[in-house]
C-alpha cells in the first residue's frame, strides 16, 4: 500500500529557530513530492519537487527531494509565529495527474 | 479572482440525516476534487469530477456517498443517512483543464460534525 509518512507529528519551537520537517514515502510510482501550509483553512501549495538534490527555495523556506533515501525535508530557518500551521507532505503518483497520497502532517507551534 | 468557495463551512447533522456540501472551483477551472480529512491524519482522496462527468471516483465508499459537477453551479458531495464515522473535514480543490500536472488549489473545507 502507498504511504507518505512525516515526523515528528507535532514541534514547539521558539521563534527565530530553524526547524527540519521529514517526509518519507513508499509508493509504487513516484512522480514528485509536493510540501502544502494548511493553516485554519486552505492547505497552500509551497513546493514540488521531481528531481533529486536540486534544492527549492521560497524566502525562509527551503526543500529537498532524496529519491534514493525515499525522503524530503522542509527547513524553515529564522521562524516567525505566522510559520505556525500544520506542513502537509503529498507524493503524486506516476500514473496520473492528480492522485495524491498524503502525509498527516506535522503540526508546527512557533512561541514567541 | 475569488479562490475556491465551499459552504457551509460547518455543517451539524444528526445521524440518518442528509449532508450536502457544495464546491465552486476557481475561475476558469473545470476539473474538481474532493478530499476528506479524519482528525490527525491525512487527506484522503474521494472523487474527481469534470463538468458533467465523474472521473475517477475509487476513493469515494461504496454506499451513501455521491458527488456530481453539473454543467452549471457548484459541485456537491452529498452523504445520505450520515453516521458518526462520517465526522471529518471535506476539502475541494480545483485545477485548470490543461494537459499534465497541475496545482491543486484548495477551498476552505467544510467540516462536518454528526451527532
Known amino acids: 500500500e502507498d504511504k507518505v509518512v512525516q515526523s515528528p507529528l507535532s514541534l514547539v519551537v521558539h521563534e527565530g529557530d530553524t526547524v527540519t520537517l521529514n517526509c518519507s514515502y513508499e509508493?509504487?510510482?513516484?512522480?514528485?513530492l509536493l510540501w502544502y501550509k494548511q493553516e485554519k483553512k486552505a492547505p497552500t501549495f509551497l513546493f514540488m519537487l521531481?528531481?533529486s538534490g536540486i534544492e527549492k527555495k521560497s524566502g525562509r523556506l527551503s526543500s529537498i527531494l532524496d529519491k534514493k533515501e525515499l525522503f524530503s525535508i522542509l527547513n524553515i530557518t529564522a521562524t516567525q509565529t505566522g510559520d505556525s500551521a500544520v506542513y502537509l507532505c503529498?507524493?503524486?503518483?506516476?500514473?496520473?495527474?492528480?492522485?495524491?497520497?498524503w502525509g498527516a502532517g506535522t503540526k508546527l507551534i512557533i512561541k514567541p | 479572482n475569488a479562490g475556491v468557495m465551499q459552504n457551509p463551512r460547518h455543517l451539524v447533522r444528526r445521524r440518518g440525516q442528509e449532508a450536502r456540501l457544495r464546491c465552486s472551483p476557481m475561475?476558469?477551472?473545470?476539473?474538481v476534487y474532493w478530499y476528506r480529512q479524519l482528525p490527525e491524519e491525512g487527506l484522503k482522496f474521494m472523487v474527481y469530477?469534470?463538468?458533467?462527468?465523474?472521473?475517477?471516483e475509487s476513493g469515494m465508499p461504496k454506499e451513501r456517498f455521491s458527488a456530481e459537477f453539473p454543467k452549471e453551479g457548484p459541485s456537491i458531495l452529498r452523504i445520505q443517512q450520515v453516521v458518526r464515522g462520517d465526522s471529518a473535514a471535506y476539502f475541494c480543490?480545483?485545477?485548470?483543464?490543461?494537459?499534465?500536472?497541475?496545482?491543486?488549489?484548495f477551498g476552505p473545507g467544510t467540516r462536518l460534525t454528526v451527532l
Open positions: 521531481t528531481s
Open positions: 475561475k476558469g477551472h473545470s476539473h
Open positions: 469530477l469534470q463538468k458533467e462527468n465523474i472521473i475517477d
Open positions: 503529498a507524493v503524486l503518483l506516476g500514473d496520473s495527474n492528480y492522485q495524491l497520497i
Open positions: 509508493v509504487t510510482n513516484f512522480r514528485s
Open positions: 480543490a480545483s485545477t485548470p483543464a490543461w494537459g499534465g500536472y497541475n496545482e491543486q488549489f
